[in-house]
């Protein structure tokens, strides 16, 4: 239930990174939500961020935050491996959640939050902001009437060349590193929303000493003469594009496929271009989900729901322990 005014959601965001700052961006584009609470372990980041971005509070502890009585929602932007313990701490203060992806370090974990989440009525949704952007979801429904008649192979690459860093978050295992978690998740998902669970996967991965894969790519093998060649890496930078090749014709998702604004459709030898601008950074648009879902009452979202995040973070476990055997001497 909401706590303020249907016209008026309270937002509040846990965990002050760059992409909080393009959420905190982006909420200003909303005209029925507003950045409450900010919180960070610094008193004066969480100070400097509120002031930059209009939030009425700041906290330099969660705990704080999420016993604000005025919150409707918390925003959950801190490295992948707290996602958990930061989006339970928020359930079981009675707010609802928009949980930057993965929501869950695994399989085990997403299952709690939603049975939290169930436990105190409360919303709760994965931020794979992906599903709500419209060239993705353009693309996404040509697709589905047949455009390209039935899919056959989808290629998809996320790859930027990141400096090496045993301790940044991107190949900390304590943080959730690696390159399928922070954006090999983008070509799965890809794939998973089109065509479901492969019966067969394999996995070629570059791992350093920690066995955390700087680069990862993945074959998914339908049983219905459908493919699926999924890479990315820390290693290079490449376009971040997408295929999907059909029995009728071909639709290429342009850089950067993951929030697409630009997508063609080749069909009958004749090539038909789409564009279709995103709002902001590209956060309003799963803003504007969560809005409509709290107003209505709802604790999950029809387009992105939790049985949807439980696949995506099965999908990530089985790859991973592929991974670990790959790791084993």
Known sequence: MLKSSSKNIKWAILGLGKIASKMAQDLQLSHRSQLWAVASRSSDKAQNFAQQFGAAKYYSSYSELCTDPDVDIVYIATPHA???????????????????????MNRKEVEALIAEAKSQNCFLMEGLWTRFIP??????NL???GSIGRIQIIEANFSFKATYDPS??????????????????YPLYLSLHLLGIAPKMNLEAKLDANGIDRACRLILDYSSNQLADLNCSFLETRPVEATIYGSEGKLHLKH???????????????????QLPMRGFGYYHEIE??????????????????????RLSNEIDRALQIMDQIAKP
Request: charged fraction near 25%; glycine fraction near 10%.
């Open 256 to 274: 950067r496929f993951h929030h697409c604004e630009q997508f063609v459709l080749h069909q009958n030898g004749l090539a038909k271009e789409y």
């Open 143 to 145: 697709i589905e009437e």
């Open 289 to 310: 989900e969560v809005e409509n879902c709290l107003m209505a009452g709802l604790l999950q979202s029809d387009k992105h729901s939790w049985n949807d995040s439980l």
């Open 82 to 104: 707290f996602h958990y313990e930061h989006s339970l701490l928020a359930l079981r203060n009675g707010k609802a959640v928009l949980c930057e992806k993965p929501i869950g």
């Open 135 to 140: 060239g993705f979801q353009a693309a996404a």
């Open 168 to 185: 940044s978050r991107l190949f900390d295992p304590k943080l959730g590193g690696g390159a399928l978690r922070d954006i090999g998740i």
